[in-house]
């Protein structure tokens, strides 16, 4: 079975720093974008990066460009998004999802995704 697992979520203050982790397993994802999303109470899901498993394509949105960085470990399987500089509205459901095409900003693309880790950034 195909698994995604967010980590590192949690309550951090403004101007603080996380560092969430997506452990991958249950198949080969060579080909495949990996991406964070997040989603705020009463708001949609938002893209926030997206990086190829393979390949030097990276993407991020606008509201996180400059503050977060995705990376990603292919001997651990492992996909990274290390967020600095949070800020409140940065506070949501971060969920790591992975994609066969390169198509980083849309959700309908993605057809695995995690449970999500909630990150809470207090004023």
């Known amino acids: 079975q195909v698994q995604l697992v967010e980590s590192g979520g949690g309550l951090v203050q403004a101007g603080g720093s996380l560092r969430l982790s997506c452990a991958a397993s249950?198949?080969?994802?060579?080909?495949?974008?990996m991406g964070w999303f997040r989603q705020a109470p009463g708001k949609e899901r938002e893209f926030v990066a997206g990086?190829?498993?393979?390949?030097?394509?990276?993407n991020y949105g606008d509201s996180v460009k400059g503050r977060f960085t995705i990376s990603r470990d292919n001997v651990k399987n492992t996909v990274y998004l290390q967020m600095n500089s949070l800020k409140p509205e940065d506070t949501a459901v971060y969920y790591c999802?992975?994609?066969?095409?390169?198509?980083?900003?849309?959700?309908?693309?993605?057809?695995?995704w995690g449970q999500g880790t909630q990150v809470t950034v207090s004023s």
């Open positions: 999802a992975a994609s066969p095409f390169w198509g980083p900003y849309l959700p309908s693309l993605y057809n695995y």
């Open positions: 249950g198949r080969t994802f060579s080909n495949y974008t």
């Open positions: 990086i190829r498993w393979s390949g030097g394509n990276i």
